[in-house]
């Protein structure tokens, strides 16, 4: 598992660089849960998820955050500390521009993210609110079958 599947909502949402990530905290190994809803879409997504512990130690929880982002970014306001996030800018690829602004908590075993952006495709808005929670419900991750 790639430790961006924690956060289901990732690629479609953006976020922060990695090298101003600030203090580092470690993703726990072990089975998570993660549950994303995407505004006017009634059902959310669901997916279980194993994070060995090899991942673990490869990557943080700001490195995940980081994965956010696509493009050329700007920040008006970028802040990661004592498990809450706030992340506000905008970022521009391939000639589209996007703005953005995300807030949420996270623990080494957890993460609840709301996340909300426009991008301008041709000239027109398209908006995108998305909240996603991870939690991870098991130490350990169930055998092979």
């Known amino acids: 598992m790639q430790c961006k599947t924690l ?6 949402a953006l976020g922060l660089p990695a090298a101003a990530a600030v203090a ?3 993703l726990l190994p072990g089975y998570y849960e993660i ?10 997504d669901v997916q279980h998820e194993c994070l060995t512990a090899a991942e ?20 008006a306001q970028r ?16 000639g589209s521009k996007t703005t953005f602004h995300h807030t949420g908590t996270y623990t080494p075993t957890s993460l609840s993210a709301n996340l909300s952006s426009r991008t301008i ?4 808005p398209m908006d995108v ?7 991870r419900i098991a130490a350990a991750c169930p055998a092979r079958r």
């Open 7 to 12: 956060i289901a909502a990732a690629a479609l």
């Open 24 to 26: 580092q905290t470690s």
């Open 35 to 44: 549950v994303t809803r995407i505004a006017g879409d009634p059902e959310p």
């Open 56 to 75: 673990a130690k490869t990557q943080t929880l700001e490195q995940v955050l980081a994965e956010w982002t696509e493009g050329r970014c700007d920040y």
């Open 79 to 94: 802040q990661i500390s004592g498990g809450r996030f706030v992340l506000a800018g905008a970022c521009t690829l391939d």
């Open 121 to 124: 495709v041709s000239g027109k």
């Open 129 to 135: 609110k998305i909240a996603t929670t991870s939690r």
